[in-house]
């Protein structure tokens, strides 16, 4: 059974950083590509980095690129966001998700990362 | 990267089926077959449904079906039970290489 588990959220002050960390278990880690997603208090989703399997591709939505990184350690079956520069905008619930071709295939249950003064 | 277009809400009876609108451009939608549709209740992570357009995944009740014409994918839901109130999002790859969400659909089961 996939098991995603996120951590690392809390509360931070706007220009603040954070790490969130996604340990995986049930499936082999370094075949499949990475997603974050996700969705302020009330709102939508919203797509915020991908990493491929071996870590050597990545990419960003506009609204964090620059700012967030995105990486993973596969001898650890973990993946990781980097927040640098946080605003209140990125205040959210964020998922880590498993791709399976174009689709977020599963789904944590996702860290709350609020940035507020 | 602008949001597709959902419907803000769709309802329907018990039985009835429902269609749920996905609008995108050439960049989104209209260029590729990597669109996926997901289930999300109330405080709980978004299920996948549907994904590159039409395929369901192992355990996704049949009464689910995905299609795709132009610049706008759709998702039906045929046979409509109570356990199907929910939020249901689109999902599609890009041509910059990014993923983007639909604006979410709220099914109300009558």
């Known amino acids: 059974e996939v098991q995603l588990v996120e951590s690392g959220g809390g509360v931070v002050q706007p220009g603040g950083s954070l790490r969130l960390s996604c340990a995986a278990s049930g499936f082999t880690f370094d075949d499949y590509a990475m997603h974050w997603v996700r969705q302020a208090p009330g709102k939508g989703l919203e797509w915020v980095s991908l990493i491929s399997g071996d870590g050597g591709s990545t990419y960003y939505a506009d609204s964090v690129k620059g700012r967030f990184t995105i990486s993973r350690d596969n001898s650890k079956n973990s993946l990781y966001l980097q927040m640098n520069s946080l605003r209140t905008e990125d205040t959210a619930l964020y998922y880590c998700?498993?791709?399976?071709?174009?689709?977020?295939?599963?789904w944590g249950q996702g860290t709350l990362v609020t940035v507020s003064s | 990267q602008s949001a597709l277009t959902q419907p803000a809400s769709v309802s329907g009876s018990p039985g009835q089926s429902i269609t749920i609108s996905c609008t995108g451009t050439s960049s989104d939608v209209g260029g590729y077959n990597y669109v996926s549709w997901y289930q999300q209740h109330p405080g709980k992570a978004p299920k996948l449904m549907i994904y590159d357009v039409s395929k369901r995944p192992s355990g996704v009740s049949n009464r689910f079906s995905g299609s795709k014409s132009g610049n706008t994918a759709s998702l039906t839901i045929s046979g409509l039970q109570a356990e199907d109130e929910a939020d249901y999002y689109c999902?599609?790859?890009?041509?910059?290489?990014?993923?983007?969400f639909g604006t979410g659909t709220k099914v109300t089961v009558l």
């Open positions: 998700a498993k791709a399976f071709g174009g689709s977020h295939e599963d």
């Open positions: 999902s599609s790859y890009t041509s910059s290489s990014t993923y983007v």
